[in-house]
């Protein structure tokens, strides 16, 4: 990855007048504009004189003293599953092209527009966010970071989120993850990702996937970076992160599903990383984690994304379900076949589920995995649907284990340069969030080691 400058470098330049607001927009938008990297994939649109404005708006108020944070002024773009005032949220859809521009921005977007974030353009994803995957048949795909002349998927559903902050397009993103969204892309553009405590930020302004996993988060370029993101997401004072020492950490690493079926290149950065660890004193402990193995029934008739995800798409894929991406609507569909009960015993397996793992990893200070079980696949060997599937599922299968038991959690990339991207997950139950920016921060240059 290009050596971007961290949120942190970035606010110092702009105070001490080494660069200015207009500068950072100008040469994102220079970075999205040029033909040959991957800009017109990355983005399905690019608010171009409106971040300008608010660049030099930013760099007016800094001159007299009245940023509304350090951060104001640096570019972050937003994922297109989001409201913005004056424009239509397509969710990379053409199903909502004839939709009704938003009336104001999501709480989400105002936050960071609060703290003087400049909105640089609507990034590409997979369409209504329903594949780990990232591709996307109506706008394109951006090539990932492995290998761009053989052409590797990026990671979804915050695909473009993603390739905009690995190439200098955006210095933050922002994203959701409802199975892995945030960290998934991270991990396969050797990037930082986060999904928060669901309920720590609103989900107003978004198009749902399923509000029962759903969550708002942050990609970018280090621990750091996102822990200032999230917190101006969660509404939440921007304090200093300390890091945690690796000396005396408590890691559970789960041997139950998470293990499973990993790439030969996944195993072996992950267990490289865990031996760094095990040098610097962390305390790492292989345990099962039965309680897993009840998620796969959970989601046999399509959990809850498909139920939940019908209930908003059904009249939508009546009059337009020819416009949709097929591997999607597929997907949705499933929901049809749930019925009420179907529903419920979810909501009761899910509850009892998060009280079983809670209880099981609470001597710990966090689980940690591989992100996900696979590197990222080839865009062309995807073409087959039963590849595709495999793909996908081992995609999103060990973020979604985080999201059915409510936590948190982060991917921090864990190869070394030169390598094929892999992501090390660090997860603690829902309300952990700061001691995961704490631990992953004290761990991030460790397994990399």
């Known amino acids: ?35 040959a990297g991957e800009g017109q994939r990355t983005f399905i649109h690019v608010d171009r004189d409106a971040a300008l404005v608010a660049a030099d708006a930013m760099d007016g108020l800094r001159k007299v003293k009245a940023a509304p944070s350090r951060y104001a002024g640096i570019p972050v773009s937003i994922k ?27 709480p989400t977007v105002a936050r960071l527009r609060k703290a003087g974030f400049v909105v640089i353009g609507r990034t590409n994803m997979t369409e209504f966010a329903y594949s780990g995957i990232g591709i996307n048949p109506h706008y394109g795909t951006p090539k990932g970071a492995w290998n761009r002349a053989e052409g590797h998927v990026p990671g979804g559903s915050s695909s473009g989120a993603a390739v ?8 933050g993103a922002l994203g959701t993850d409802t199975g892995g969204s945030c960290r998934i892309p991270a991990a396969y553009n050797g990037i930082v990702g986060y999904k928060p405590t669901q309920r720590r930020v609103p989900l107003d302004g978004a198009v749902p996937l399923s509000f029962s996993l759903d969550s708002i988060g942050p990609l970018a370029r280090s621990v750091s970076c996102c822990a200032i993101l999230d917190a101006v997401l969660a509404n939440e004072l921007i304090g200093p992160l300390k890091p945690r020492p690796v000396k005396g ?29 095990a040098d610097h ?10 309680e897993f193995h009840d998620i796969g029934p ?19 894929l009546t009059s337009k379900g020819d416009v949709y991406d097929p591997r999607v609507s597929v997907r949705i569909m499933r929901g049809e076949a749930q019925s009420a009960a179907d529903y419920i015993d979810l909501l009761h397996e899910r509850r009892s589920l998060i009280a079983r793992v809670n209880a099981r990893i609470a001597p710990y200070d966090a689980l940690v995995l591989p992100t996900t079980a696979n590197t990222p696949p080839k865009i062309a060997d995807l073409a087959d649907d039963k590849e595709f599937t495999r793909e996908n599922l081992r995609a999103l299968r060990n973020c979604t284990l985080i999201n059915m038991i409510d936590g948190c959690a982060i991917s921090l990339p864990a190869h070394r340069e030169g390598e094929i991207p892999v992501g090390l997950m660090l997860a ?6 700061r001691c995961i920016f704490e631990l992953a921060a004290g761990m991030e240059a460790v397994i990399r080691v």
Not at 90 to 96: I, N, V
């Open 298 to 316: 959970m989601n046999a008739k399509g959990g809850f994304a498909a139920s939940e995800s019908y209930a908003w798409h059904r009249y939508l």
């Open 80 to 106: 297109d599953l989001f409201d913005i005032k004056g424009q239509v949220t397509r969710a990379g859809s053409r199903a909502l092209d004839d939709s009704s521009p938003a009336e104001q921005d999501a």
């Open 249 to 277: 950490m408590r890691l559970a690493v789960p041997t139950t599903i998470a293990l499973d079926d990993l790439d030969a290149a996944v195993a072996g950065t992950f267990e490289r990383a865990l031996k760094s660890l």
């Open 281 to 290: 004193g962390a305390i790492i402990e292989r345990m099962e984690m039965a």
């Open 428 to 433: 603690g139950a829902g309300g952990s969030d």
């Open 164 to 171: 905009s902050v690995l190439d200098g397009m955006a210095h």
């Open 1 to 35: 990855m290009p050596d971007f400058s961290t949120l942190k470098k970035l606010a110092e330049d702009l105070e001490s007048g080494r660069t200015s607001s207009r500068k950072l927009v100008e040469a994102c938008i220079a970075k999205i504009a040029d033909p």
